[in-house]
Structure formats: structure tokens, C-alpha cells
T-cell receptor
């Protein structure tokens, strides 16, 4: 069966520090991968998606970037975090049957 | 532009009561519609998935309906429990291209004792 791993679960980082969130998928090949952000009291916002290794599409301009160095690995990064980057980040993969989510990372920028 | 609209935005009910959440979508071409339950601080968990040919699907006390003609779906929760308090998100996937899902903003349900 397919599983998706996302870590860390919680993270507190100072303003201006770098960020790296990692997501890996098991049990499937060539998945579509996504990073979403959910700000407090708001819906899910698509940040990046990838349909293959090295292929990244950005949905909104921001302080973040994404990379896909391997087929089943998706990384969300920032060189310098802003206070507004605080939120709940979800990694997901999709296939014909819909989207499947990781457990999320609660990021607090202080 | 593909869109998914959910209503109500929030809902408060008493334990034991039933409730219905709504989802309208304009995603095309349609592949499937999923309802997810998201507990605070956790990733969404799938409750039901429905394809074009399915009208009703149940998962315990959760029953989802789909009207592909009017592009509407509902999630009915029967005999609500305190543990049903969560956000419920409707997600519609397109069959075109890379199956990128479109999310509703969710309905926040609070069940009071």
C-alpha cells in the first residue's frame, strides 16, 4: 500500500533562518506531489506541485521554494523565513483515485 | 477556473443530532470527489470517494451523495458524536492532465455535549 511520510511534525524557527521540510512517498512510482499550506482559520492553499523529477510548478509567489531530487521525494525550502511563513504545511500525492496526505508540519516562525 | 465551494463555513450542533454539509464544484473534466475529515493539527483523512457514476456512498455514520448533473455533493453525518468535531474538506480531482485536486475551504463542525 502507498504511504506518505512528512517530517518534522512541529518546528519552531527564528525569523531569517532557513527551512527544509521533507516528504517521501512509498508504494508508488512517478507520483504527482504537492505542498499545501493551511494558515490558521483558512483553507488549504496549493504552493507547489511536481509531476516528475526536477519538475516544479509554483502556484503563488512567495518566500518558499520546492525541489524534487528523487521520484518519491519532495522538499519544501526557504533561505530566510518570515513571520508570515508560519502555518500548517501538508505534503500530498495524487493519482486517479484522488489525493493522499501526510500528517503535516506545524511551523511557527518567531 | 476549477473551483470548489463548501457551505456552511462553520456549524455547531448538539451531540446526537444529524447534519449535512454541502459542496458545489465547477471542476472539469471530473474524475472523482472525496470528502476528508481533518482534526486540528493533523493531515486530512479520507472519508469517502465518489466517481462520476456513483450517487451515494456510506462509511459508518457518514453518507456522501453526488449529483454529477448539478455538480453538487453532500456529506450527511448521522447521530453526531463529540469526536466528529473537525474540519470537513471536499476535494474534487480532474481527469485532465496531472489529476491536480481542487480543494474547498472546508466546513468547521463543532459538536457540543
Amino acid at each position: 500500500s502507498q504511504t506518505i511520510h512528512q517530517w518534522p511534525a512541529t518546528l519552531v524557527q527564528p525569523v531569517g533562518s532557513p527551512l527544509s521540510l521533507e516528504c517521501t512517498v512509498e508504494g508508488t512510482s512517478n507520483p504527482n506531489l504537492y505542498w499545501y499550506r493551511q494558515a490558521a482559520g483558512r483553507g488549504l492553499q496549493l504552493l507547489f506541485y511536481s509531476v516528475g523529477i526536477g519538475q516544479i510548478s509554483s502556484e503563488v509567489p512567495q518566500n518558499l521554494s520546492a525541489s524534487r531530487p528523487q521520484d518519491r521525494q519532495f522538499i519544501l525550502s526557504s533561505k530566510k523565513l518570515l513571520l508570515s511563513d508560519s502555518g500548517f504545511y501538508l505534503c500530498a500525492w495524487s493519482a486517479r483515485k484522488g489525493a493522499f496526505f501526510g500528517q503535516g508540519t506545524r511551523l511557527t516562525v518567531v | 477556473k476549477n473551483q470548489v465551494e463548501q457551505s456552511p463555513q462553520s456549524l455547531i450542533i448538539l451531540e446526537g443530532k444529524n447534519c449535512t454539509l454541502q459542496c458545489n464544484y465547477t471542476v472539469s473534466p471530473f474524475s472523482n470527489l472525496r470528502w476528508y475529515k481533518q482534526d486540528t493539527g493533523r493531515g486530512p483523512v479520507s472519508l469517502t470517494i465518489m466517481t462520476f457514476s456513483e450517487n451515494t456512498k456510506s462509511n459508518g455514520r457518514y453518507t456522501a451523495t453526488l449529483d454529477a448533473d448539478t455538480k453538487q455533493s453532500s456529506l450527511h453525518i448521522t447521530a453526531s458524536q463529540l469526536s466528529d468535531s473537525a474540519s470537513y474538506i471536499c476535494v474534487v480531482s480532474s481527469s485532465g492532465g496531472s489529476y491536480i485536486p481542487t480543494f474547498g475551504r472546508g466546513t468547521s463542525l463543532i459538536v457540543h455535549p
